[in-house]
């Protein structure tokens, strides 16, 4: 860790909060407090105490905040060029990266996750907006075919006021990743963070501010999914809404924006698998499948949650996962650990859930399968890395998102079947590949039903890269220029000359 952080996150740890931290909703260009006055606490995962409160939001906080989007979206917001658009999401980007250990610690606060893990989620925030400065002046359309006499050609205009329901597993990257090219196609927005992880996002607001965008254009209102939530999506003055989150509340969502026929992003669950290939590169994919299962203690829609694997290297490769996750750290997430808390007590008690049913009907657990406490402090909602072997692809520990620490394990003989199984879950999100055969590689790019494919490095890829799921993983695509698509609606013109 470098000097600066670790001084940081040292006198957070001691002092359990940091200061100065925001608590209003940021709305019309200045922190607000609740139209009702109440508030609610952020508790810290790895202690399991409240260190700060912010404001509760309700539909009086959510009007107020999409009526200044939609003022700015007709007013300031319109008369800025798209090349000064541009300049401001840059000078966003430097501002995050000026502010990364303050942007960490917090992060790592409210949700848990090693500060390290938070300081590349906030570099990554950092360069959505990097990237989507340099797409905001380049978003033409196309002239049309017509015969003599006609002229035809298509616009991009922006989307309009548009929505963001950010979940707690990332929040500072879930939020950029969505506002930045909402900014660059010229939409205004609304965004509704998890009530587990508000601060990252009011953090965000202030320094867009200080980057030059103009009062309106960034909303946050802070509060719970049923009483600032559901009234954001449902609200008529919403053009578009970018849902990340579990897959019930997806299709609650999809009902209430369906009301006002509002268009809608869903990046919902996953039950990905990595799919390691006996003629794979060992070392590659052994670091490959620790990082896809345990990072952020396994609280990522696109973590690998199942692995699927040739029979003829199995017991090598178990033998050789098995002693890497027992070797892991644990931790308070500013101690920057190998693994941190889960975000919450409520998900807590339901990984451990599944954890005592995988017990109780005597599954195969190689290690871990159970809570645990920080080994230092005694506190915080901790669970024990966890891999389970040998289980049949209708096992609901293979089909369910459990959202925790937890491997399943499923053994295959070969190429054809290993597709088959990766593919026997209702989700599609995510899907990789270790083998030393591209042409493998490349069948399985095309044979898997997911919105990504990740081969030799699960998470390769970057803001460039499109992200998004099939079947119950939703529909849409974020991140790349696939996502400007998402904040544009295209009009055609055709006129007889
Ligand atoms: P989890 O159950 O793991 O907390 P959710 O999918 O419920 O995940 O939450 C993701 C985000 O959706 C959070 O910001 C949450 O507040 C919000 N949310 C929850 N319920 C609703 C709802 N009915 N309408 C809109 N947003 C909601």
């Known amino acids: ?17 940091i200061v100065d931290l ?34 509760k939001g309700a539909k009086a906080d959510v009007d107020l905040a999409v009526a200044a989007a939609r003022n700015a979206l007709k007013g300031p917001w319109i008369q800025i060029s798209p090349a000064e658009r541009s300049r401001i999401l840059w000078r966003a980007s430097q501002l995050i990266l000026q502010n990364i250990d303050r942007l960490a610690v917090a992060e790592t606060l409210d949700s848990g996750k090693p500060v390290n893990e938070s300081v590349g989620d906030t570099r990554g925030a950092a360069r ?38 950010i979940p707690w597993n990332f929040p500072i990257s879930t939020t950029a990743r969505g506002v930045a090219p909402a900014l660059a196609a010229g939409c205004t927005i609304v965004a509704k963070p998890a009530e587990q992880t508000p601060l990252t996002a009011l953090m965000l607001a202030d320094i867009l501010r200080q980057a030059g965008l103009p009062d309106g254009v960034f909303n946050v209102v802070t509060g719970t999914g049923a009483e ?42 996953g039950k990905s698998p990595v799919t390691v290939l006996a003629d794979c590169d060992l070392e590659a994919a052994l670091q490959g499948v620790m990082g896809a299962i345990f990072e952020n203690a396994g609280q990522i829609c696109s973590a690998s949650s199942r692995l699927v694997i040739e029979r ?3 017991a090598e490769f178990m033998e050789k996962l098995v002693q890497r996750t027992e070797a892991l750290s644990i931790g ?83 190429f054809d079947e290993a597709v088959a199984v990766a593919n026997d879950t209702a989700f599609g999100l995510v899907a990789g590949i270790y083998t030393g055969s591209m042409s493998k590689a490349h069948r399985y790019a095309r044979d898997i039903d997911a919105g990504q494919v990740y081969i030799n490095e699960y998470f390769a890829g970057g803001i460039e890269v499109p992200f998004g799921g099939n079947k119950s993983s939703g529909y849409g695509r974020e991140k790349g220029l696939e996502a400007l698509k998402s904040y544009s609606k295209l009009k055609s013109v055709a006129a007889k000359i």
């Not at 920080?374 to 915080?380: C, E, K, L, N, V």
Request: hydrophobic share 40%; proline share 6%; aromatic share 6%.
């Open 228 to 269: 600032a939530g559901a009234p954001l999506v449902a609200h008529p003055d919403i053009d578009h809404v970018t849902f990340t989150g579990s897959v019930s509340t997806g299709i609650t969502v999809a009902k209430s924006a369906a009301d006002n026929v509002t268009r809608l992003l869903l990046e919902l669950g």
């Open 1 to 17: 860790m470098p000097d600066n952080l670790k001084k940081l996150a040292q006198k957070a740890l001691k002092a359990g909060r």
């Open 22 to 55: 925001p608590k209003d909703h940021f709305i019309n260009g200045r922190f607000l407090s609740s139209q009702s006055g109440e508030e609610m606490e952020s508790i810290d995962p790895g202690t399991g105490k409240a260190f700060h409160s912010f404001a």
């Open 128 to 165: 959505a907006f990097e990237y989507y400065a340099g797409a905001a002046d380049k978003l033409q359309g196309d002239v049309f075919p017509l015969p003599a006499g006609y002229h035809g050609y298509s616009l991009h205009e922006p989307i309009g006021v548009t929505a963001h329901i």
């Open 332 to 414: 308070h997430g500013l101690t920057d650990p190998n693994i941190g808390p889960v975000n919450s007590a409520e998900q807590q008690d339901k990984i451990v859930a599944y954890l005592q049913d995988a017990k109780a009907r005597g599954l195969d657990i190689l290690t871990g399968g159970h809570a645990l406490k920080d080994p230092d402090i005694g506190t915080g909602w901790f669970v024990a890395p966890t891999i389970i072997d040998n289980l049949k692809p209708d096992d609901r520990i293979c089909q369910e998102e459990i959202f925790g620490p937890v491997l399943a394990v499923q053994v295959v003989d070969d």
């Open 312 to 314: 003829s290297i199995h």
